[in-house]
């Protein structure tokens, strides 16, 4: 069950923030994943795309 009451004035939006946030990530590693498997993307591209996966998940766990 999720925790937001589509009736209820008050959202608690930090929640459902980070449940979209945790959400929005199977897209992405399921791309990384297609991408790499085909090899049809140069190596300094999938550098980059598991940099920026490796930052976001560095910086949401510091903070």
């Known amino acids: ?10 959202i608690d939006s930090q929640s459902l923030a980070s449940q979209l946030f945790a ?3 199977f ?6 994943y297609f991408i ?13 795309f598991y940099f920026l996966l490796a930052f976001v998940g560095a910086t949401t766990f510091v903070s």
């Open 1 to 10: 069950m999720l925790p937001v009451d589509p009736w209820a004035p008050n």
């Open 23 to 25: 959400l929005s990530l």
């Open 27 to 32: 897209p992405y590693i399921g791309i990384l």
């Open 36 to 48: 790499t498997k085909s090899k049809s993307a140069p190596k300094l591209t999938l550098f980059g």
